[in-house]
T-cell receptor, first 112, second 114 residues
Framework: DGGITQSPKYLFRKEGQNVTLSCEQNLNHDAMYWYRQDPGQGLRLIYYSQIVNDFQKGDIAEGYSVSREKKESFPLTVTSAQKNPTAFYLC???????????FGPGTRLLVL | AQSVSQHNHHVILSEAASLELGCNYSYGGTVNLFWYVQYPGQHLQLLLK??????LVKGIKGFEAEFIKSKFSFNLRKPSVQWSDTAEYFC????????????FGGGTRLMVKP
């Protein structure tokens, strides 16, 4: 099956710990994205990558970091610097020259 | 700054009622507009999109949206909703110079009563 997978589905961490969320796609898409979804605020872009070994900050990049060492993988690290990390995190991908983004199932992060 | 706004945060309808969800965007020039839907416990899915051409766009599951440039709007419609349409709906847009970056509205939660 082609698609985007995110793991785990739920993640619990203690305050002050870094945590890495996984995103993998087998759609051969060049571009990948991370969004944060909070109630009533829609989706806000954290980071995006248009090609391997390149990534750009989105609207709310502070407290997050990413890497793009492989085309199919775009992990997101939520660092201890992120003031309010509890949220639903969505990964997406798109063919570089097209506009439609396809989304993974999401990871719900709860920081205690 | 480019923005997309959805003014209805929560909508409750009975089955067979007609639906219209509002979406407005703030930028001029060539725009690409989308409606996504998130059913409970499922992925965010694309309902329909507008790039150019016919301003009335047909999507999946009987949904349609109309691009009205003069009103900066891209409202989502369905003539007769079903209980299975209960979901959260997101409008998104991309204006000139934004690259592949989409801006999302705040979402509208639709509940359809059986």
């Amino acid at each position: 099956d082609g698609g985007i997978t995110q793991s785990p589905k739920y993640l619990f961490r203690k305050e002050g710990q870094n945590v890495t969320l996984s995103c993998e796609q087998n759609l051969n898409h060049d571009a990948m994205y991370w969004y944060r979804q909070d109630p009533g605020q829609g989706l806000r872009l954290i980071y995006y990558s248009q090609i391997v070994n390149d990534f750009q900050k989105g609207d709310i990049a502070e407290g997050y970091s990413v890497s793009r060492e492989k085309k199919e993988s775009f992990p997101l690290t939520v660092t201890s610097a992120q003031k309010n990390p509890t949220a639903f995190y969505l990964c997406a991908s798109s063919i570089q020259t097209q506009e439609t983004q396809y989304f993974g199932p999401g990871t719900r992060l709860l920081v205690l | 700054a480019q923005s997309v706004s959805q003014h209805n945060h929560h909508v409750i309808l009975s089955e067979a009622a007609s639906l219209e969800l509002g979406c407005n965007y703030s930028y001029g020039g060539t725009v690409n507009l989308f409606w996504y839907v998130q059913y409970p416990g499922q992925h965010l899915q694309l309902l329909l999109k507008y790039f150019s051409g016919d301003p009335l766009v047909k999507g999946i599951k009987g949904f349609e949206a109309e691009f009205i440039k003069s009103k900066f709007s891209f409202n989502l419609r369905k003539p007769s909703v079903q209980w299975s349409d209960t979901a959260e709906y997101f409008c998104a847009g991309k204006g000139p110079g934004a690259g592949n970056m989409l801006t999302f509205g705040g979402g509208t939660r639709l509940m359809v009563k059986p």
